[in-house]
């Protein structure tokens, strides 16, 4: 196949190459030179690949009878031969293709190039210039209709947005155009060039390029600003009339020529009960029946407008409307006034009207009115009673002079000089403006008050009203006002009454008196303010003004309510304050000066007397401490010197430690008396509770008084019954309590007699008692027994300090009992203890 005219270098140097690589071979193998420059002109020939492999196959098959070393070198020979030959011929067809796609390509740049002349002569017919980066480090080039800028900027100076921007418009350009040939940020804005034109910027990048676009809009930006302010100001119009009608809470519509719904407003639209306005405008929902309907375009036919009152049934209520509707140029407008409330209120006010007749004619105060024609146009029937007037007469609507004439006639109107004058006077209220009060005093003692009122729509209401007992009673409430002042004039205490609005009513001469004030600076019912600020000066207790301040001028929580003020002249004062019925309030001030000095005195004498008793309990418990510890110290030297074991001692000797022994012991019980009564008095005793058996407590306690029973020869008797049982108590101390009792009885018990110790239990307590056979007590001692040390021997072997029934007493009062002593039947003394069968938690003593 002959080749291309362009191929010819190309098979040129494929059949050299082939020539060489035959010449090489047959200088191996002379034997078969024929056979290889047959396959080599063959491929040379431009043979294709498959020809040229079946020429070499052939070739190689006729090679078969060769040696074996020849043979493969012969064939390593071939096989270069033909990838080499292979090889040249896909270069050439790749060259082919390759100019081919030459020639598309230089189409294509033709077809781009008249493109971009195109493009170009675009950019030159609007505006515009178009600046274009294609390389960061190059000037930019600059396209477009620099004329379009003549006096803007030079094409050079395009970029020097500071010399033809306005200051704002250059500095935002900078910043932007920056950012977009840095990072590629798209940028549009609105500049203001410095004499007031409009220029448009639009830059983006395209492909490896920044392209931005500087187009002149001032024209078309003056333009488009007219049309939106002119659309703007339509559209805002339109706005506030659709919003003004929607507003509206009547229902408003627009209506076609043939009457069907153009436009309603949202009264509208709840009225018909529509979703909303498009559903009313589809469904052509009229407000009106078809009856009304009818009846309107009948009237916009004939006089271009309808007017009527019809009943109308809006969202599901039947109201009733004022229907206006008008013809327009395109069709029908129309409104519908809710005249429902106007013509309830109509009904109301003539049923207002008879029941306010009716009513004046239940009052007592006469009422007649007259109409502008002064003709009596109604009277109630205390009219006609206070003037005693025939109801015949009042029926016929007399003129008003005739029925003056009909009273003077009467003598029911005030005796005149000049009737004729009095009469004009009176008949002013038809000319005047302001209601008038007049008073009759009519023959026989009777009063009048008598007001005329003009009426609005002309004449004259008549109002009277006799006072002739609220003047009486007046008269006497003014005595009784001069009696109460005269009384509270001559009260030794300062006494001030002030009103609801908190000025000063009324005071008597001792207020005046007590805060040094004059008549005069009372006078002008004076503000509570202003009285505590006149009598600031001789008292300073702010905080007993302002009680005072509260109680009168307080609204709420009015209640009586008491203080006291120290004045600077050293008197006392006691005030009280009580509310009044009418709202007002009443205070009262008494000099308490001397009572309460009296009270201070006797109060600084009982906290001297308790400071003296606290000191006195505080020395004896000190004492008591302090002398514990050495008599402590004495028994136990006296025990051990009584003890066999250091020594015997003479008979002399022994009884002087027993009587030591025996008055220590005795004077250590007195120290833990003392010592108990102290703990008491301070309230730091308490109670160790548990279950104390009666029959056990009364045991231990005689079994502390054994000695003394045989050396006073006397008998003790026990009677506690099973029933007894227990109770709850500190069991110590009601051993001490049983112990000091017996102590007591056996010391005052004559000798030979019998000392009786019972107990017994009677509804919720346990009841002991201790009785003696002795003297008795007497009355006059029988007050102070429980008493500290008060002791009384009556004749009797007892001695002591006078502590235990003093003690007795406080325990039991521990425990909630309580302790009575009193002559016994018979004879001697019976003491009654009671003790609660739960003492519960420990109490502190009473003395």
Same mark, same amino acid.
């Given at each position: 196949?002959?080749?291309?005219?362009?191929?010819?270098?190309? #098979?040129?140097?494929?059949?050299?190459?082939?020539?060489?690589?035959?010449?090489?071979?047959?200088?191996?193998?002379?034997?078969?030179?024929?056979?290889?420059?047959?396959?080599?002109?063959?491929?040379?020939?431009?043979? +294709?690949?498959?020809?040229?492999?079946?020429?070499?196959?052939?070739?190689?098959?006729?090679?078969?009878?060769?040696?074996?070393?020849?043979?493969?070198?012969?064939?390593?020979?071939?096989?270069?031969?033909?990838?080499?030959?292979?090889?040249?011929?896909?270069?050439? @067809?790749?060259?082919?293709?390759?100019?081919?796609?030459?020639?598309?390509?230089?189409?294509?740049?033709?077809?781009?190039?008249?493109?971009?002349?195109?493009?170009?002569?675009?950019?030159?017919?609007?505006?515009?210039?178009?600046?274009?980066?294609?390389?960061?480090?190059?000037?930019?080039?600059?396209?477009?209709?620099?004329?379009?800028?003549?006096?803007?900027?030079?094409?050079?100076?395009?970029?020097?947005?500071?010399?033809?921007?306005?200051?704002?418009?250059?500095?935002?350009?900078?910043?932007?155009?920056?950012?977009?040939?840095?990072?590629?940020?798209?940028?549009?804005?609105?500049?203001?060039?410095?004499?007031?034109?409009?220029?448009?910027?639009?830059?983006?990048?395209?492909?490896?390029?920044?392209?931005?676009?500087?187009?002149?809009?001032?024209?078309?930006?003056?333009?488009?600003?007219?049309?939106?302010?002119?659309?703007?100001?339509?559209? #805002?119009?339109?706005?506030?009339?659709?919003?003004?009608?929607?507003?509206?809470?009547?229902?408003?519509?627009?209506?076609?020529? #043939?009457?069907?719904?153009?436009?309603?407003?949202?009264?509208?639209?709840?009225?018909?009960?529509?979703?909303?306005?498009?559903?009313?405008?589809?469904?052509?929902?009229?407000?009106?029946?078809?009856?009304?309907?009818?009846?309107?375009?009948?009237?916009?036919?004939?006089?271009?407008?309808?007017?009527?009152?019809?009943?109308?049934?809006?969202?599901?209520?039947?109201?009733?409307?004022?229907? @206006?509707?008008?013809?327009?140029?395109?069709?029908?407008?129309?409104?519908?006034?809710?005249?429902?409330?106007?013509?309830?209120?109509? =009904?109301?006010?003539?049923?207002?009207?008879?029941? %306010? @007749?009716? =009513?004046?004619?239940?009052?007592?105060?006469?009422?007649?009115? $007259?109409?502008?024609?002064?003709?009596?146009?109604?009277?109630?029937?205390?009219?006609?009673?206070?003037?005693?007037?025939?109801?015949?007469?009042?029926?016929?609507?007399?003129?008003?002079?005739?029925?003056?004439?009909?009273?003077?006639?009467?003598?029911?109107?005030?005796?005149?000089?000049? $009737?004729?004058?009095?009469?004009?006077?009176? %008949?002013?209220?038809?000319?005047?403006?302001?209601?008038?009060?007049?008073?009759?005093?009519?023959?026989?003692?009777?009063?009048?008050?008598?007001?005329?009122?003009?009426?609005?729509?002309?004449?004259? +209401?008549?109002?009277?009203?006799?006072?002739?007992?609220?003047?009486?009673?007046?008269?006497?409430?003014?005595?009784?006002?001069?009696?109460?002042?005269?009384?509270?004039?001559?009260?030794?205490?300062?006494?001030?009454?002030?009103?609801?609005?908190?000025?000063?009513?009324?005071?008597?001469?001792?207020?005046?008196?007590?805060?040094?004030?004059?008549?005069?600076?009372?006078?002008?019912?004076?503000?509570?303010?202003?009285?505590?600020?006149?009598?600031?000066?001789?008292?300073?207790?702010?905080?007993?003004?302002?009680?005072?301040?509260?109680?009168?001028?307080?609204?709420?929580?009015?209640?009586?309510?008491? $203080?006291?003020?120290? @004045?600077?002249?050293?008197?006392?004062?006691?005030?009280? =304050?009580?509310?009044?019925?009418?709202?007002?309030?009443?205070? =009262?001030?008494?000099?308490?000066?001397?009572?309460?000095?009296?009270?201070?005195?006797?109060?600084?004498?009982?906290?001297?007397?308790?400071?003296?008793?606290?000191?006195?309990?505080?020395?004896?418990?000190?004492?008591?401490?302090?002398?514990?510890?050495?008599?402590?110290?004495?028994?136990?030297?006296?025990?051990?010197?009584?003890?066999?074991?250091?020594?015997?001692?003479?008979?002399?000797?022994?009884?002087?430690?027993?009587?030591?022994?025996?008055?220590?012991?005795?004077?250590?019980?007195?120290?833990?008396?003392?010592?108990?009564?102290?703990?008491?008095?301070?309230?730091?005793?308490?109670?160790?509770?548990?279950?104390?058996?009666?029959?056990?407590?009364?045991?231990?306690?005689?079994?502390?008084?054994?000695?003394?029973?045989?050396?006073?020869?006397?008998?003790?008797?026990?009677?506690?019954?099973?029933?007894?049982?227990?109770?709850?108590?500190?069991?110590?101390?009601?051993?001490?309590?049983?112990?000091?009792?017996?102590?007591?009885?056996?010391?005052?018990?004559?000798?030979?007699?019998?000392?009786?110790?019972?107990?017994?239990?009677?509804?919720?307590?346990?009841?002991?008692?201790?009785?003696?056979?002795?003297?008795?007590?007497?009355?006059?001692?029988?007050?102070?027994?429980?008493?500290?040390?008060?002791?009384?021997?009556?004749?009797?072997?007892?001695?002591?300090?006078?502590?235990?029934?003093?003690?007795?007493?406080?325990?039991?009062?521990?425990?909630?009992?309580?302790?009575?002593?009193?002559?016994?039947?018979?004879?001697?003394?019976?003491? +009654?203890?009671?003790?609660?069968?739960?003492?519960?938690?420990?109490?502190?003593?009473?003395?």
């Amino acid at each position: 196949m002959a080749q291309p005219a362009g191929n010819g270098g190309a #098979d040129g140097r494929v059949r050299a190459f082939a020539g060489r690589a035959v010449a090489a071979i047959c200088s191996h193998w002379p034997g078969r030179r024929d056979l290889l420059a047959t396959t080599a002109l063959t491929l040379s020939a431009g043979a +294709t690949p498959a020809g040229a492999a079946d020429l070499l196959g052939g070739a190689a098959s006729s090679l078969a009878a060769l040696d074996p070393g020849t043979l493969v070198g012969l064939s390593l020979a071939l096989g270069l031969l033909a990838f080499a030959t292979t090889t040249a011929i896909v270069h050439v @067809r790749f060259r082919r293709a390759a100019g081919a796609r030459e020639a598309a390509a230089f189409a294509e740049i033709s077809r781009l190039e008249a493109q971009i002349e195109e493009g170009r002569a675009l950019l030159m017919a609007e505006p515009q210039i178009v600046v274009v980066w294609r390389d960061p480090a190059a000037d930019p080039e600059i396209i477009g209709n620099t004329p379009a800028f003549t006096g803007v900027a030079a094409p050079a100076r395009i970029l020097a947005f500071g010399s033809w921007l306005a200051p704002p418009s250059a500095r935002d350009i900078e910043a932007a155009v920056d950012l977009l040939r840095r990072r590629g940020t798209p940028l549009a804005a609105s500049l203001v060039t410095q004499d007031g034109r409009y220029v448009e910027a639009d830059g983006r990048p395209v492909g490896s390029a920044v392209v931005l676009r500087l187009r002149d809009i001032t024209g078309v930006r003056r333009d488009h600003a007219r049309l939106a302010e002119a659309h703007a100001l339509l559209e #805002d119009q339109t706005r506030a009339l659709r919003n003004l009608v929607d507003a509206i809470p009547a229902p408003a519509w627009l209506a076609d020529a #043939d009457g069907r719904l153009a436009f309603a407003n949202a009264a509208y639209v709840h009225a018909v009960e529509a979703r909303d306005l498009r559903d009313a405008l589809g469904r052509d929902l009229a407000l009106l029946d078809a009856a009304a309907r009818r009846q309107a375009l009948a009237a916009l036919a004939t006089a271009g407008a309808f007017n009527a009152r019809l009943p109308v049934v809006v969202a599901g209520s039947r109201r009733l409307v004022d229907v @206006r509707e008008a013809a327009v140029a395109d069709g029908i407008a129309g409104i519908a006034l809710d005249a429902t409330e106007e013509e309830r209120i109509r =009904t109301e006010l003539a049923h207002a009207l008879g029941a %306010h @007749r009716r =009513t004046l004619d239940q009052l007592s105060t006469a009422v007649a009115i $007259f109409g502008e024609d002064k003709r009596l146009i109604f009277h109630n029937a205390a009219y006609a009673t206070l003037f005693d007037l025939d109801p015949a007469f009042l029926d016929d609507r007399p003129s008003d002079v005739a029925v003056l004439d009909r009273l003077r006639a009467g003598r029911r109107l005030p005796e005149q000089a000049d $009737f004729r004058a009095w009469r004009a006077e009176l %008949h002013e209220a038809y000319r005047s403006i302001e209601p008038r009060e007049h008073w009759w005093h009519l023959p026989g003692g009777r009063t009048l008050r008598v007001v005329t009122a003009p009426n609005p729509e002309g004449g004259v +209401t008549y109002l009277f009203d006799e006072v002739t007992e609220r003047l009486a009673l007046e008269s006497r409430f003014n005595a009784l006002t001069r009696i109460q002042s005269e009384t509270l004039d001559a009260l030794a205490e300062a006494v001030a009454v002030f009103g609801s609005d908190g000025r000063l009513g009324l005071s008597n001469s001792a207020f005046r008196r007590m805060w040094r004030l004059e008549a005069g600076q009372l006078a002008g019912r004076p503000h509570i303010d202003a009285v505590v600020e006149a009598c600031r000066g001789l008292s300073a207790d702010e905080a007993a003004w302002s009680r005072l301040r509260a109680a009168v001028t307080g609204i709420e929580a009015r209640v009586p309510a008491t $203080f006291r003020l120290e @004045r600077a002249d050293r008197m006392i004062l006691d005030g009280s =304050t009580q509310p009044l019925p009418d709202g007002g309030t009443l205070v =009262t001030l008494r000099d308490v000066t001397d009572s309460v000095n009296v009270e201070r005195a006797l109060v600084d004498r009982n906290e001297a007397l308790v400071a003296a008793d606290h000191l006195k309990s505080t020395f004896v418990s000190h004492v008591s401490y302090e002398l514990r510890s050495p008599l402590t110290t004495i028994i136990g030297f006296a025990q051990l010197l009584d003890d066999t074991g250091i020594g015997p001692l003479n008979d002399r000797q022994r009884a002087y430690v027993n009587h030591i022994t025996e008055s220590s012991a005795a004077l250590l019980a007195i120290i833990n008396d003392i010592l108990d009564l102290a703990t008491i008095d301070a309230g730091a005793m308490t109670l160790d509770l548990a279950e104390v058996d009666v029959r056990g407590a009364m045991e231990a306690a005689a079994e502390g008084v054994r000695d003394r029973l045989v050396e006073g020869n006397l008998t003790l008797s026990i009677e506690a019954p099973a029933s007894a049982g227990s109770f709850r108590a500190d069991a110590k101390r009601v051993r001490q309590v049983l112990y000091n009792l017996l102590s007591n009885a056996v010391g005052f018990a004559p000798a030979g007699s019998t000392v009786r110790l019972a107990a017994e239990r009677r509804g919720g307590e346990v009841v002991f008692q201790v009785r003696d056979e002795g003297p008795g007590i007497p009355p006059e001692i029988g007050a102070r027994l429980f008493d500290r040390f008060e002791t009384h021997t009556s004749g009797s072997r007892h001695r002591g300090v006078g502590l235990g029934l003093s003690i007795v007493r406080s325990l039991i009062a521990l425990h909630g009992g309580s302790i009575q002593i009193g002559p016994a039947p018979g004879g001697g003394t019976l003491v +009654t203890c009671r003790f609660p069968l739960d003492s519960g938690t420990a109490q502190v003593a009473a003395e």
